[in-house]
């Protein structure tokens, strides 16, 4: 048996009322994401504004290399007759000292000029001046902690204090890249948390100074750029 469905006036009104029900809700839905939309570009663009945001991941990779390598060198140099990863006792001599502070202003110097250039390139990518407001905020909070700290450190080592020469630089190198964050990516926060808990630990573990240096600044390094290599594509 065949049925029919009629059609009331009333029926007619309440599916009319239905579909613009609907519609509105659709029409509401997209001006809620486009407004959205909207805030997400504007605090992309406030952030791109009052940070510095071309950091490059080849420069931490280049950064981290150079570390080892210097030390690798500084081991040769400093350590004698010692195995490579038992406790080391060391008599710094003058000669010696001035090799450790040349090796580290070449460590230095090196890792600079290749962070610089990687930073450049990677500024040119995204249309960002390399030398501008941010990068001017970026590098006077970083460079703060770092002089103290280097000068700290040089105070020690004259002192004959040559044990907490290597945990200290990768504390004052932690609170500088914490000090630096604000003004940069985030990423950099956690990578000056975890070198001022390995400066911490190499502290308790003194006789290790220079492994837990190659750590904190060689291989954190390398992981660093990886990440933000995927990360970024920096």
Request: hydrophobic share 50%; proline share 1%.
């Amino acid at each position: 048996m065949t049925k029919y469905f009629i059609l009331t006036p009333i029926k007619i009104w309440k599916f009319k009322s239905n579909c613009i029900t609907l519609n509105h809700k659709v029409l509401f839905m997209s001006e809620k994401e486009k407004y959205l939309q909207d805030l997400k570009e504007i605090k992309d663009m406030m952030s791109r504004s009052s940070k510095f945001i071309s950091l490059s991941g080849l420069s931490g990779i280049s950064a981290g290399v150079i570390a080892l390598i210097g030390a690798f060198l500084a081991y040769r140099f400093v350590y004698t007759d010692q195995l490579f990863l038992g406790y080391r006792s060391i008599t710094l001599t003058q000669d010696k000292a001035l090799i450790l502070i040349g090796l580290a202003l070449a460590v230095v110097t090196l890792a600079l000029a290749f962070g610089v250039y990687f930073t450049g390139k990677a500024a040119k990518q995204k249309q960002q001046s390399l030398w501008n407001e941010q990068s001017k905020r970026l590098l006077i909070n970083l460079f703060i902690p770092l002089i103290t700290g280097g000068l700290l450190c040089l105070i020690l080592l004259s002192k004959g204090f040559i044990g907490m020469v290597a945990p200290l630089t990768l504390i004052f190198y932690g609170l500088a890249l914490v000090n630096a964050s604000k003004y940069t990516l985030t990423d950099i926060r956690s990578l000056g948390l975890i070198e001022i808990a390995l400066g911490l630990v190499s502290i308790y573990f003194i006789g290790y100074g220079l492994l837990f240096w190659a750590i904190g600044f060689g291989v954190l390094h390398i992981i660093y750029g990886i990440v933000m290599k995927i990360k970024y594509g920096a």
